[in-house]
Each structure stands twice: as C-alpha cells, then as structure tokens.
C-alpha cells in the first residue's frame, strides 16, 4: 500500500491542488509556495490515531483582503496497492466492504476528509474510505484509525535530525501509547542517549558513543526474533531497515545496502535517522504498517560529509518517503521522474513534474551525463537560458549585473546544452513549468538549434524564446560592436602577423592563448570600462525579456 496521490482544497495557503507521489517524491519551490502545507494536510490526515481530528480557523484557506475563511477543507488521499492483490491479505481483510473484487489490476482505497468552518473553537472532521472501483464506502472509526495504523507519519521536520527542528505530531493523540517492556525501553534509551550526546557536543567519546548507539539498535532487530509487543515488534523492523539489517545480522535479499557502516560519518548518519524515528513516532509502529517518511530538508545545520551519509541511506529507506530540499547538491543525486516543481498562483498550487517517456533514453542518457551536476541548482530557477557554449556561460550574467540584474535573484540560470543538445533540456524545462530562452549563434549549427527551438513554440511569441546572432558567434558579434583590442590583445599576434590576421583568426588565437572564460571576463571588463562601445543591442533586448519573464513566471503558468 503507498499513497499516490494527494487533493487539497481550502487548507492554509492553498486553495486547491493535486500532488502525485512516486516511493520516492522530491518536493521543491519557492518560499511560501505551499509545500508546508501540503505536508501539515499529511500530518492532519495521519500523523495522529485519534477518531477525532480537527481544524483550528486559522487553518482554513483565507482569500487575499478577506478574514473569512474559505471553506469547506477538504482532502482526499489516494491509497494504491503495490502489487495486484496485495489487498487480498488478511491484514486488509476489514476493507472488503469499500473494495472492488480484484480484476487483475491494482484497486485504488480513497481516504477523504472534510471539515466545514465554525465561528469558534475548532472544527471537527467528516471522514470516510471509498473506492473509485466500488459502491461501498464507510465512515467506521475503527476502519479510519486502521487506516492511519497502517500508513503512520514519520515526519522528520527542518533540523530535526541535528536535534533542532520541531518534534510531530504538534497535536499530540489523546490515546495513550502502547508501552515498552523494560528491555525494549533501555536499548531505546541508550540509543536516545548517543544521539544526544552527539547533538549536544557533550561526547566523551564520540567513537565509543556511535558504537554504542548501534550496538542497541542491533540489539533492537534482534529483540524482533522473540515475542515482543505489536508496536515494538513494528519499531524493530523499521530500524532494522534503516540500518540495512535483519535478525542476526543477515542482509535481506536483493538488498543494496552495506551491510554495517563502515566510517564514522556513516554511522552518524544512520544513527541521527534512527533518532529522528524515536522522537517522531515515540508509540512504536505496528508490523503490518508501511510508514511514510518525510524529511523535510535534511541538509539544515549538518556538514556535507554528513549530509552525503544521510542522504544515502535516506535513498535506501524501504518505505515510501517525500524529501523537501534546498539544496543543489542533494538534489542533483535525486531520480529525475521523482522531482516535483511546486508553483503556486492565486491560492492554487500547480504541480510541475517530467512524465515518464518524455525523454527518449538517448535523450535520458544525454542530459544526466552533460548536465546533470548543473541541473540541481538551475532546478530551482524560473528561466533557463539556454547557451550553446563557455564564453555565453561566463559572459552574460556578467553583462546582466552591469544592466543592474543579478540573474541568481531574479530566477534565471545560464545553462550550456551544445554536449547534450537542445531538445533535452527544453522539453524537462516545459515538464518543469520553467521558462526558457535560446540563444543560438549564426552558423550552421546555431540555425540547426533555431530550427530545433522554433519546433517548440507552440504558438508563443519567437521573441520571447529565442535570440540569434547575425554574427557566426558571439566573439564575432563583440568584435564588430567594437571590441576588437581585447581579442589582438591577448591573441599575442604582433605587427604584420596581426595586420593579415582575419577576425576569426585573431579570436582563434585568442582562445587557443588564454580560454574562453577569460577572454569573456575580459569583454566584460571592457564593457564596464569608462568610454566602452557599450552592450550590444540584441543582447539589451534579450535580457531585459527574459527578466521580464522570469519575474512573471507565475502568472503565466497558471495561465497555461
């Protein structure tokens, strides 16, 4: 069971939206986008086992210049089977009344809530379980806290993982957890213990500590061969599958995990996971149970030694898990199909995501392997602009900050495509909802490049997408805009040698004396210089639209 798809309406800073979940989701975009409340809509829908839940008036979705609350709330989680007939197991057995018969294809169990606005105090939730598939549906307590029993939160919050963030759930239940024996008590404990330490900076001994730290939970696994209670029985496995181990040691089959953490960076990355589980489900977890991870920023306030750790063994969690990130690095080591752009407009969150076969696999290929390392960052940015080589790459952000922009604030990102070709990055970037613009050169291959742009218009405006030299390339526009003397100067071509020499010539020698990035800062060291010939007009004109964009950017994808 996985959940693969979220509604929302009325629910804090969204007016509505739907969200798909791969096993594995990324969650990026902007500040105050959404995504926290995409994540507290989960954390009301599950993080709790109480038949009651309930929504404060600060919670429901205001309209811009309005005090009152837009409602009703309203959220339907999407509940799939992994495999067909993974329902037909007894743990489901109480469902049969809202599921369809198995017909050879994966059956769908739809969890919905609705909570209407009162005028004071809060206002407790309708909820309900139906099927797409079927007739029945049920509001049976039992059958909605089954439900969450089986889907449990673990919400690892900002920080959390350093001992910073805030501890889940904010409400705590009303029901009074399942205790521990005594001995399922002290290994949590001792593992409780390491970890604060660490986090603290009390360690005596940090190598001791981590030892002892996974040593307990070890331990913990091999409780699981003996008779424990269902939620320890439930916590013991859970561990064990962060750690990569199973009852005496023994890796599972087919797992791709180490099994045992070899340096110290590892094992604190593992430990701070297994700490972050303690705290966030303190209760336990029933065996039966497929728990939900989300991380929420894992990077904040951890070293990127560390942060390489975590993120690695965050990757072999076998549970469906959702990571929220700012970070470049982290991103770039994330499946593509699993990143999810969130652009909200008006109160409604779209959702932005590379469908599976948009990229052919040569294609695939060809974008992971020339522009993957770059992709992290510029995944984050509003407009691409696409160039074809390294003196555009280091040259036009530095025009653009003499015009008075910093394209990093204003969301746009030079990105080089002549190794992997153009149609790649333009079709991730319209999967994306990210804005693009082509600056070709005007040789041969730049009108290939043209031609390839012009075939992904779709109707729009050609200047707003694309911009070509009239020159062969864009040494050849900034020497007949009066820039000859940078070129003569660093290709080290004297008296009649240089007197012969052809432009291209001069620019050849040039390149081959010192490299395009130089010679490109160099340009714009010129440019800035008092007296200079000043930018090239069409260079002006296609910065100051793709800014233009960039800062409407938005708008125009709730537009379309």
Same mark, same amino acid.
């Given at each position: 069971?996985?959940?693969?798809?979220?509604?929302?309406?009325?629910? &804090?800073? !969204?007016?509505?939206?739907?969200?798909?979940?791969?096993?594995?989701?990324?969650?990026?975009?902007?500040?105050?986008?959404?995504?926290?409340?995409?994540?507290?809509?989960?954390?009301?829908?599950?993080?709790?086992?109480d038949?009651?839940?309930?929504?404060?008036?600060?919670?429901f979705?205001?309209?811009?210049?309005?005090?009152?609350?837009? =409602?009703?709330?309203?959220?339907?989680?999407?509940?799939?089977?992994?495999?067909?007939?993974?329902?037909?197991?007894?743990?489901?057995?109480?469902?049969?009344?809202?599921?369809?018969? $198995?017909?050879?294809?994966?059956?769908?169990?739809?969890?919905?809530?609705?909570?209407?606005p009162e005028?004071?105090?809060?206002?407790?939730?309708?909820?309900?379980?139906?099927? *797409?598939?079927?007739?029945?549906?049920? @509001?049976?307590?039992? +059958?909605?806290?089954? !439900?969450?029993q089986?889907?449990?939160?673990? $919400?690892?919050?900002?920080?959390?993982?350093?001992?910073?963030?805030?501890?889940?759930?904010?409400?705590?239940?009303?029901?009074?957890?399942?205790?521990?024996?005594?001995?399922?008590?002290?290994?949590?404990?001792?593992?409780? $213990?390491?970890?604060?330490?660490?986090?603290a900076?009390t360690?005596?001994?940090?190598?001791?500590?981590?030892?002892?730290?996974?040593?307990?939970?070890?331990?913990?696994?091999?409780?699981?061969?003996?008779?424990? =209670?269902?939620?320890?029985?439930?916590?013991?496995?859970?561990?064990?599958?962060?750690?990569?181990?199973?009852?005496?040691?023994?890796?599972?089959?087919?797992?791709?995990?180490?099994?045992?953490? @070899?340096?110290? *960076?590892?094992?604190?990355?593992?430990?701070?996971?297994?700490?972050?589980?303690?705290?966030?489900?303190?209760?336990?977890?029933?065996?039966?149970?497929?728990?939900?991870?989300?991380?929420?920023?894992?990077?904040?306030?951890?070293?990127?030694?560390?942060?390489?750790?975590? /993120?690695?063994?965050?990757?072999?969690?076998?549970?469906?898990?959702?990571?929220?990130?700012?970070?470049?690095?982290l991103?770039?080591?994330?499946?593509?199909?699993?990143?999810?752009?969130?652009?909200?407009f008006?109160?409604?969150?779209?959702?932005?995501?590379?469908? *599976? @076969?948009?990229?052919?696999?040569?294609?695939?290929? &060809?974008?992971?392997?020339?522009?993957?390392?770059?992709?992290?960052?510029?995944?984050? /940015?509003?407009?691409?602009?696409?160039?074809?080589?390294?003196?555009?790459?280091?040259?036009?952000?530095?025009?653009?900050?003499?015009?008075?922009?910093?394209?990093? +604030?204003?969301?746009?990102?030079?990105?080089?495509?002549?190794?992997?070709?153009?149609?790649?990055?333009?079709?991730?970037?319209?999967?994306?909802?990210?804005?693009?613009?082509?600056?070709?050169?005007?040789?041969?291959?730049?009108?290939?490049?043209?031609?390839?742009?012009?075939?992904? +218009?779709?109707?729009?405006?050609?200047?707003?997408?694309?911009?070509?030299? $009239?020159?062969?390339? !864009?040494?050849?526009?900034?020497?007949?805009? =009066?820039?000859?003397?940078?070129?003569?100067?660093?290709?080290?071509?004297?008296?009649?040698?240089?007197?012969?020499?052809?432009?291209?010539?001069?620019?050849?020698?040039?390149?081959?004396?010192?490299?395009?990035?130089?010679?490109?800062?160099?340009?714009a060291?010129?440019? /800035?210089?008092?007296?200079? *010939? =000043? !930018?090239?007009?069409?260079?002006?004109?296609?910065?100051?639209?793709?800014?233009?964009?960039?800062?409407?950017?938005?708008?125009?994808?709730?537009a379309?």
């Amino acid at each position: 069971m996985f959940l693969h798809g979220l509604r929302i309406e009325n629910f &804090r800073a !969204i007016r509505k939206t739907f969200i798909n979940f791969d096993d594995g989701t990324a969650l990026i975009g902007e500040n105050d986008c959404g995504i926290s409340s995409v994540l507290d809509a989960l954390e009301l829908a599950l993080g709790q086992e109480d038949d009651i839940l309930a929504c404060h008036r600060h919670q429901f979705h205001h309209v811009e210049g309005s005090d009152q609350p837009n =409602g009703p709330i309203r959220l339907q989680l999407r509940f799939r089977e992994d495999r067909v007939g993974e329902w037909d197991a007894d743990t489901f057995s109480p469902f049969a009344s809202v599921l369809p018969g $198995r017909k050879n294809r994966l059956r769908e169990l739809w969890y919905e809530i609705r909570i209407d606005p009162e005028q004071g105090g809060d206002s407790p939730a309708e909820m309900r379980l139906r099927s *797409p598939g079927s007739k029945g549906q049920s @509001n049976d307590p039992q +059958l909605i806290r089954l !439900i969450r029993q089986l889907n449990p939160l673990v $919400r690892v919050s900002a920080g959390m993982l350093t001992g910073h963030g805030q501890h889940f759930p904010k409400t705590p239940g009303k029901a009074k957890p399942e205790a521990f024996t005594a001995e399922i008590s002290e290994l949590v404990e001792r593992i409780n $213990r390491a970890v604060e330490s660490r986090l603290a900076g009390t360690s005596v001994n940090l190598k001791s500590d981590l030892e002892d730290g996974l040593a307990a939970a070890a331990a913990l696994i091999e409780m699981d061969t003996f008779k424990l =209670g269902s939620r320890e029985s439930g916590l013991s496995r859970t561990v064990g599958e962060i750690i990569g181990w199973t009852p005496s040691g023994t890796q599972k089959m087919g797992s791709t995990r180490l099994q045992a953490p @070899n340096s110290e *960076p590892e094992k604190l990355g593992i430990l701070l996971l297994i700490g972050a589980l303690l705290r966030a489900r303190p209760a336990g977890i029933i065996p039966a149970a497929d728990p939900l991870w989300i991380i929420e920023e894992p990077e904040a306030h951890l070293h990127p030694i560390t942060l390489t750790s975590v /993120a690695m063994f965050v990757s072999l969690i076998q549970r469906q898990k959702i990571v929220t990130t700012y970070s470049a690095e982290l991103l770039s080591s994330i499946p593509l199909r699993q990143l999810r752009r969130l652009v909200r407009f008006d109160g409604v969150l779209h959702e932005r995501r590379v469908q *599976p @076969n948009t990229l052919s696999r040569s294609e695939l290929r &060809r974008f992971h392997y020339h522009l993957r390392s770059r992709f992290g960052v510029s995944s984050f /940015a509003r407009l691409w602009l696409l160039v074809e080589g390294e003196s555009e790459y280091w040259l036009i952000p530095q025009i653009a900050r003499l015009m008075g922009y910093e394209f990093a +604030l204003e969301g746009i990102a030079c990105v080089e495509f002549a190794q992997c070709g153009l149609d790649p990055p333009i079709k991730v970037a319209q999967e994306l909802g990210i804005e693009w613009h082509v600056l070709a050169d005007g040789d041969s291959a730049g009108g290939s490049y043209t031609a390839t742009a012009r075939a992904y +218009l779709n109707g729009a405006d050609e200047n707003e997408r694309l911009t070509v030299f $009239r020159q062969q390339d !864009i040494e050849h526009c900034f020497w007949q805009h =009066g820039y000859q003397e940078v070129y003569k100067k660093h290709s080290r071509l004297k008296g009649r040698q240089l007197e012969d020499a052809s432009p291209a010539k001069v620019i050849q020698m040039a390149v081959r004396k010192r490299s395009k990035p130089f010679l490109a800062l160099s340009v714009a060291e010129a440019i /800035a210089a008092e007296n200079s *010939p =000043g !930018i090239p007009q069409i260079l002006q004109d296609m910065i100051h639209s793709c800014v233009a964009i960039a800062r409407n950017s938005p708008a125009r994808l709730a537009a379309h």
